[in-house]
């Protein structure tokens, strides 16, 4: 199984970016996926995760209404478009796949399978 970050960068305060999440190895229109985010100094937060058709998306608060999660079953490709973006988004972000209990999830360690990550960094 492998997951495949990509479309990370460096914006200003406010701006926008799209990442992407290539994923091979696995029934990806079958599999739930999340995306998670880790500071330095800080544990991985849950910021969004989704269900296998698309229909049922959940949010962290902190990124509710700015962050939004889709995915392309075609093209086995998970995506977080982020917009309004401000410095406490700087981070790595990581995709997931796979929770343990078939359902989207927030929670860190119900994932099976992880991306190496791809960083983004909100300039003031």
């Known amino acids: 199984v492998q997951l495949v970050e990509s479309g990370g960068g460096t914006v200003q305060t406010g701006g926008t970016l799209r990442v992407s999440c290539k994923v091979s190895g696995l029934r990806f229109d079958d599999t739930p996926m999340g995306w998670f985010r880790q500071s330095p100094g800080k544990g991985r937060e849950g910021v969004a995760c989704i269900n296998w058709t698309g229909g049922v998306t959940y949010y962290a608060d902190s990124v509710k209404g700015r962050f939004t999660i889709s995915r392309d079953n075609a093209k086995n490709t998970l995506y977080l478009q982020m917009n309004d973006l401000q410095p406490e988004d700087t981070a790595i972000y990581y995709c997931?796949?796979?929770?343990?209990?078939?359902?989207?999830?927030?929670?860190?360690?119900?994932?099976?399978?992880w991306g190496q990550g791809t960083q983004v960094t909100v300039s003031s």
């Open positions: 997931a796949a796979d929770p343990s209990n078939g359902f989207p999830s927030l929670v860190e360690y119900e994932y099976a399978y």
